[in-house]
């Protein structure tokens, strides 16, 4: 692996070097940056916070940015969502539905001890978290410790009547908790697209028999796919929904897990044992908070939907353009984000290790890609302008026709 950059400054779409290079952040650093690196309101919000109140036990007390929060997510998330619950990260956010979803079935007497995932997902680093994410090298040394899982196979097109009657034997064989997955996309498997109308028809059938469905919106969530939640493209709303990334802006970490009235309802009793005994020191930083409060006021102007929409036209036109192009394969484009596969069967012993080529390649172009194994996709700010977006076409483009 090459040496890391070594970065001074960042700004707007941005990153500059220490030794004077300009790499525009394609990817949102990790999917997580909206408005833009060092947004000069998200900035102010959170030094001012510092200057008032940086920190506080969140047991026992709580504070205006935190209940501020709250409301403001609820009334943005699907009706069916009723209460917030904070920690620290995408991981921990996945954790805590996990167990809040095993949880609501012991509160109420009731062991079920099964969870179902879909092949290929990734929800985060944690236990937990792992054991309902694919295994593969990043897990092996831990495989022995991680809880069995259902899997069931990713709805690739054409196999959605398949993956409904393994989704379907599984609900029908009884003790299922939860179901858990990343609606409508996987990230980290490569941006892979499904059927929205499998996923609704699996959400109704799963809660017919009241296993809590729980929406992993911590890459989807705050207008990466168009809509402010996947869930938003969803007839069935989930019981439970992760959400971190674009939570701050991208600028602190920060996760949330929201539920239904009827999780909440099996918690809402005097029995101590009965608590969700889940909670991190930093749980609820005001700073943090002051940072989503800013971020949620900069998402919900009118400019924001206006670029989201942009970005999502000018990908829809740049889609077109390399459909059909002999090194591009499956070309996707949902709201902001548009991926494909470079075709490697055309030279097999280049594009073999493909991401440890293209990576250096872009950013030699000064664009930060970081393709997952030989997918290339795009996930900027939602700041980004017709200019750069003409600058990443063009190079894509180019890096397609030298081939
Ligand atoms: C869908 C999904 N869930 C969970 C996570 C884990 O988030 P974090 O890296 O903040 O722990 C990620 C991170 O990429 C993710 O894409």
């Known amino acids: 692996m090459p040496e890391p950059e070594m970065l001074e400054r960042a700004e707007g779409v941005n990153l500059y070097t220490k030794d004077g290079k300009k790499i525009i952040d394609v990817i949102s650093s990790w999917w997580v ?26 047991a026992g007390f709580t504070h205006e940015p935190a209940i501020r929060l ?27 539905a996990i167990k809040m979803a095993f949880q609501y079935f012991h509160n109420q007497g009731e062991e079920r001890k099964k969870i179902i995932a879909i092949d290929g997902s990734y929800h985060g680093d944690t236990f937990g978290a792992m054991s309902v994410g694919d295994r593969g090298p990043f897990t092996t040394p831990f495989d022995p410790y991680l809880f069995q899982v259902e899997f069931i196979d990713f709805p690739d097109k054409g196999k959605e009547e398949e993956v409904w009657n393994q989704f379907k034997t599984l609900i029908d064989g009884g003790d299922v908790a939860s179901f858990i997955f990343e609606p409508l ?48 493209q969803l007839h069935h709303k ?37 608590t969700f005994f889940h909670g991190h020191s930093f749980t609820g930083n005001p700073m943090i908070c002051a940072s989503a409060n800013a971020s949620l006021d900069l998402l919900l102007a009118e400019e924001c939907e206006v670029n989201r929409r ?19 394969r499956n070309c996707r484009v949902l709201g902001t984000i548009l991926a494909f596969d470079i075709n490697t069967e055309k030279d097999t012993s280049y594009f073999n290790e493909a991401r440890h080529h293209l990576y250096p390649y872009f950013i030699s172009k000064g664009l930060l890609l970081r393709p997952l194994g030989n997918v290339i996709y795009l996930i900027p700010p939602y700041i980004i302008s017709d200019s750069d977006l003409d600058y990443v076409y063009a190079t894509i483009m180019e890096f397609l026709n030298s081939y």
């Open 310 to 328: 942009r970005i999502n036209e000018r990908h829809l036109a740049f889609q077109q353009q390399i459909n059909g192009h002999s090194m591009v």
């Open 238 to 274: 989930p019981d439970i929904i992760c959400l971190s990334k674009g939570l701050t802006g991208g600028v602190l970490p920060m996760g949330v897990t929201s539920c239904t009235d009827k999780i909440q309802e099996a918690y809402r009793t005097n029995d101590l044992m009965k």
């Open 33 to 58: 940056n909206l408005h833009g690196h060092s947004h000069p309101y998200i900035a102010n919000a959170i030094a001012e916070q510092a200057n008032t109140l940086e920190h506080v036990i969140f």
């Open 70 to 96: 709250a409301e403001r997510l609820l009334e943005i998330l699907p009706d069916n969502q009723s209460k917030i619950f904070f920690s620290d990260n995408g991981s921990t956010a996945t954790e805590v």
């Open 185 to 232: 996309v996987q990230g980290a498997s490569g941006m892979r697209v499904y059927s929205a109308e499998l996923l609704d028809r699996m959400i109704a059938y799963a809660q017919q028999q009241d296993v809590i469905c729980i929406a992993d919106e911590v890459m989807t969530g705050f207008g990466r796919l168009g809509t402010l939640f996947a869930a938003d």
